[in-house]
């Protein structure tokens, strides 16, 4: 078996210490890290859907996550090496919305916008849509970044908006929703600025949107 493919596989079956180990193999053998990443979302993802159809349980799934994020930790300083210095492109504010603590996702939008030059406060899983909001302000935030995991949270991140619309901030912040149930049309639904369906595409996605944002500001003065 492949080295990708024994990695994705120790994931699925939530053996940390071998995903662990892989990883590092992975990453000594200069393997391109956001491809080793694609590929673990797969894998887990696939955990997702046997979990759905009763293959495996909860606890199979909480240790093929834990074996994800431990298997994170030698990958995420590969994805820093590809930082290309660029620096100031924006801050955003990133969490998972209220009743979800899925983060696994976010962590990596997190990181990925961080090596591309995004000041990122990250509020954690479970957050309430007030305090996206409040510490949105706090931080003078372009950008809104909200994640859900599961079509009962996604609501949470329409009250993002509506809470911004009343409070006469909507124009304020850029925001943008994602998480795998999210989709273009929800987005769409709700008033999303925009959304992506990984976190490759959030940067780009992201980039542009700041780079529009600063040129009507400049237009603007
Ligand atoms: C791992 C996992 C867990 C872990 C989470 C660990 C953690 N700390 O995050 C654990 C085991 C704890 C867990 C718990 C539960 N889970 Co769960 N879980 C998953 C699983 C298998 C993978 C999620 C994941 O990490 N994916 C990998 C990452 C990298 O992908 P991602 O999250 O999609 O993120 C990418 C993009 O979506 C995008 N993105 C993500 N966020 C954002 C945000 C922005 C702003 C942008 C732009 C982009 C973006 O970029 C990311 C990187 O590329 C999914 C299956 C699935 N198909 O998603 C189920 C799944 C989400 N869980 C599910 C369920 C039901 C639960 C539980 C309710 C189970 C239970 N009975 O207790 C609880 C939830 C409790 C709660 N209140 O939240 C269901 C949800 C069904 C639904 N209603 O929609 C799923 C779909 C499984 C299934 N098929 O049934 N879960």
């Known amino acids: 078996m492949e080295l990708l493919e024994r990695l994705v596989q120790a994931v699925q079956d939530g053996e940390a210490e071998d995903a662990v180990a892989l990883a590092e193999e992975a990453m000594a053998a200069q393997m391109d890290p956001l491809a080793v990443v694609d590929a673990l979302t797969e894998g887990i993802r696939e955990v997702g859907n046997r979990f759905e159809r009763m293959e495996v349980f909860l606890p199979e799934m909480m240790l093929a996550a834990q074996a994800m994020q431990k298997a994170m930790e030698p990958i995420s300083p590969c ?19 209220e009743g979800d603590i899925h983060e696994i996702g976010k962590h990596i939008v997190a990181l990925l916008l961080e090596v591309n030059g995004f000041a990122v406060h990250d509020l954690g899983p479970d957050v309430n849509a007030l305090d996206f909001i ?88």
């Open 134 to 221: 409040k510490r949105a302000q706090e931080v003078k935030a372009d950008i809104i970044g909200a994640s859900a995991l599961m079509t009962t949270t996604m609501p949470g991140q329409q009250e993002i908006i509506e809470l911004l619309k009343d409070m006469g901030l909507r124009d304020t912040f850029h925001v943008t929703v994602g998480g795998t149930p999210v989709t273009q049309e929800w987005a769409e639904e709700i008033g999303a600025d925009s959304w992506a369906e990984n976190a490759s595409q959030a940067v780009a996605i992201l980039e542009e949107a700041m780079g529009e944002r600063r040129g009507h500001a400049s237009t603007a003065l």
């Open 79 to 97: 994805l820093e090496g590809i930082k290309e210095g660029r620096e100031g492109k924006g801050t955003i504010v990133l969490g998972t919305v």
